[in-house]
Nanobody, 119 residues
């Protein structure tokens, strides 16, 4: 079973930037990020397939960029112009199948890394 290890969370003021990293212990077809704020439902943030194609939630378009180093099995989430509403636990996700990636039914989850954005 592939395992995921996230890093890069922290606290930042509104307008600031953070970069999240997630290293997978093996190869995957797609990787991505979800987030969950206290009292709110989990949200899909962004994901990337092994061919480099990406998708983003509307609320992060133009601010977040997902990228992947296939050789290192590592995915990154560059978050710019952060807003207080971006405060959440961010989870790295991955899967080896097209269907799981297409329907956001990821089978592999990391432990999460906290992102806190203050005003």
């Amino acid at each position: 079973q592939v395992q995921l290890v996230e890093s890069g969370g922290g606290s930042v003021q509104a307008g600031g930037s953070l970069r999240l990293s997630c290293a997978a212990s093996g190869s995957t077809y797609c990787m991505g990020w979800f987030r969950q704020a206290p009292g709110k439902e989990r949200e899909r943030v962004a994901d990337i397939v092994s061919d480099g194609s990406t998708s983003y939630a509307d609320f992060v378009k133009g601010r977040f960029t997902i990228s992947k180093d296939n050789a290192e099995n590592t995915v990154y989430l560059q978050m710019n112009n952060l807003k207080p509403e971006d405060t959440a636990m961010y989870y790295c996700v991955a899967d080896a199948t097209w269907a799981a990636c297409e329907y956001a039914d990821f089978g592999i989850w990391g432990q999460g890394t906290q992102v806190t954005v203050s005003t």
